[in-house]
């Protein structure tokens, strides 16, 4: 294990010391690894610049899942990710015309950034989690490469279309629910109709967040696991049940704003190296 922390330290200190621009994307280190590493499974980071040690693995096909675009190896998560899983899958195996739910992607074997797509799931505890209803749990390694989800929503993301139901208010309801759960994002449309829906406790709506798209699929969002050191919560939702807010969303979608002739432009967004990642990261990669 000593030997292994000094090449660790030493691979990251040879990083440093080239300099970013002469080091390799980080996103091409962890793209690299097919299997996580052999560690005590840790959450490093924030969910946009990490990578998690110890992953476990999404089983292909549990009692009541799928994993899907099983090409992309995306389907490694903290353990308290899997577990989550299958446990809300359990829940939506008992929902009229679902057996259960369709899993896109999770991490990396080794989280970090991705070689393409998500800014996030980059520390094991990011879901996303098709809007499709997962009828069939036979499904080929060759048919998940081909189908897809459905969407939901309608007007640009403003109202729910037909394909959405009262089964798709319950699950995240109870994706919501469940404490170890810090926000979930789905576009702005369906956060309205189920703060029209909701009759009973509204408290769980407060975790669910509008955000651009998310109409095919929901993302489920934990927080870090207890005692686990040098993982990075975001900050708690605002308090209320956010339903305003997403009022404000579908208002803007409708009647968009003018743009603001004085607002700067969007920086270009800079490619990640190792070491912009927490120092744990050179210790993920280098583990067996």
Known sequence: MRLLQLAAYAFASMIFATGADAAPLAKELFGAKSKASKQRAAAYGS???GCVAGAVQLPETGPTWQAMRLSRNRNWGHPETIDYIQKLSGFAARQPGWNGLYIGDISQPRGGPMLSGHRSHQIGLDIDIWMRPANDLRLSRRNRENISS??????NGAFVN??????????????????????IFVFPGAKVQMCKDE???????????PWWGHHYHFHVRLKCPKGVRGCLNQDPPPRGDGCADAQQWVSNIL????????APPPKKRREYVLADLPKQCASVLQSR
């Open 162 to 183: 037909s394909n959405w139901t009262k089964q798709h208010h319950a699950i995240l309801r109870a994706a919501a629910k469940d404490k170890r759960v810090a926000r």
């Open 47 to 49: 969910y946009s610049k």
């Open 150 to 155: 459905i969407s939901m929503r309608r007007a």
């Open 199 to 209: 009759k009973g406790d509204r408290a769980w709506l407060r975790k669910i967040r």
């Open 255 to 262: 009647n968009p704003p003018p743009p603001d002739p004085n």
